[in-house]
C-alpha cells in the first residue's frame, strides 16, 4: 500500500437505478471530498429515467467522472462492473440516493494506508430529506480505533453494507472477490464474506455515511407481490451461501445467526405469506435448498431466543 505522501487513487463506484431525483446531491457529496486524487465511476443499471442521461451530464462537468450503462441486471451486476473497470489501490461503493459528509474518504484512507488495513468502516444514519429528518444512527458493537482481525470485527455483530468503508483493492483481488449478482439481500453474504477474508480491519468512532430512508422507489420500499417472492426466495439462497462459507472457512457464532435471520426473514412475513403464490415459492425453495437442514445446523437456544422476539414482533405488529 502506498504512503499517505504518494496519494493512491480512490475509485468510487456508485451503482444507479431510477435515480433522477437525487444522483447530484450524491455526487456532488464525493465531489467535495477532502481527499484526493478521486476517481467516481457511474454504473447506470437500465434506468428508465433521466438518470443516465444526468450521469453524462455531470461528467462533462466534472473530469475525474466515467459513466457506464448496462441492462437492468440488478445492483451486483452494477458494482462488479465498476470494480472490472476501477484504477485504485483503494475502493469505496456509495449508493446513488445516498451522500456522504466531506471528510469521509480522507479519514478512512488515511487508517487504510498508514495501519496497512484491508479495510476502514465508518456510522452511517438514517435520513429523511423531504422531512428534513435524521433518524438512528447505527454505531456497530464493533470497538473503534483497534486494529482486529476479521474474524474478531465479525463477532461484534458489525454492519453488513458495502457503503460505509474504504477498502484496499488488493485485498479484495487477493481472494478473487464479487459480489453476488441477480439477488437481493445479497449484502449479508458479499460483506460477511469480504469481512471474514479480512486480516487487518478497524472502525473509526465517526459517522460520515447518509442512508436516505424516503427514497420510494428503492428496493426497499417496494411492495409489489413478484418482487416480495423473489425477495424472499433470494434470502433463502442467500442462507443457503451463507451455510456453504461458513463451512468453507470453518467459522461459528454470528455467521449462524445471520443465516437463520435471514431465513425467518423470508418466512415470518405475516401480510405476503398468506398469498397462496409466495407460500408456494417459499416452500418449494425451502425444499431445493434444504432450509431446515441448515436451520438445524445453526440454531442455538440464544439464536432461538433472540430471533424468536423479532419473529413475534412482526406477527403482532402485522409488519413484513
Do not use: W
Amino acid at each position: 500500500m502506498e504512503s499517505m505522501n504518494e496519494k493512491a487513487l480512490l475509485s468510487v463506484i456508485v451503482p444507479m437505478y431510477n435515480v433522477e431525483k437525487y444522483l447530484k446531491m450524491c455526487i456532488d457529496s464525493i465531489e467535495k471530498q477532502t481527499y484526493s486524487p478521486i476517481e467516481i465511476i457511474l454504473v447506470d443499471d437500465g434506468s428508465i429515467d433521466r438518470t443516465l442521461q444526468i450521469a453524462y451530464e455531470l461528467s462533462e462537468q466534472f473530469d475525474n467522472i466515467k459513466v457506464f450503462s448496462q441492462e437492468n441486471q440488478g445492483q451486483g451486476k452494477a458494482r462488479n462492473t465498476g470494480l472490472s473497470h476501477a484504477k485504485g489501490d483503494l475502493i469505496a461503493f456509495i449508493d446513488s440516493d445516498d451522500f456522504i459528509e466531506p471528510n469521509m474518504m480522507a479519514d478512512l484512507a488515511a487508517h487504510v494506508m498508514n495501519q496497512n488495513l484491508d479495510f476502514a468502516e465508518c456510522s452511517y444514519q438514517d435520513v429523511y430529506c423531504e422531512k428534513n429528518k435524521k433518524s438512528y444512527v447505527y454505531f456497530s458493537n464493533v470497538p473503534a480505533n483497534e486494529v482486529m482481525t476479521g474474524r474478531e470485527f465479525f463477532e461484534h455483530h458489525p454492519i453488513l453494507s458495502p457503503c460505509n468503508r474504504v477498502y484496499c483493492h488488493q485485498f479484495l483481488k487477493g481472494f478473487h472477490f464479487q459480489f453476488t449478482e441477480n439477488r437481493y439481500a445479497e449484502d449479508a453474504y458479499d460483506i460477511s464474506n469480504i469481512i471474514l477474508h479480512a486480516k487487518r480491519v478497524m472502525r473509526v468512532n465517526q459517522c460520515y455515511y447518509y442512508y436516505r430512508r424516503d427514497n420510494f422507489g428503492s428496493t426497499r420500499n417496494n411492495k409489489d407481490v413478484a418482487h416480495k417472492i423473489k425477495l424472499g426466495c433470494d434470502k433463502l439462497f442467500i442462507a443457503a451461501k451463507l451455510n456453504r462459507l461458513r463451512k468453507e472457512l470453518n467459522v461459528h457464532g454470528y455467521i449462524s445467526n445471520i443465516i437463520v435471520r435471514n431465513i425467518l426473514g423470508a418466512i415470518c412475513t405475516p401480510n405476503i405469506f398468506k398469498i397462496y403464490e409466495y407460500r408456494s415459492a417459499i416452500f418449494k425453495d425451502c425444499r431445493k435448498l434444504q432450509i431446515g437442514q441448515i436451520v438445524h445446523e445453526n440454531i442455538s437456544f440464544g439464536i432461538f431466543c433472540a430471533l424468536f422476539v423479532v419473529a413475534i414482533k412482526k406477527c403482532i405488529l402485522n409488519k413484513d
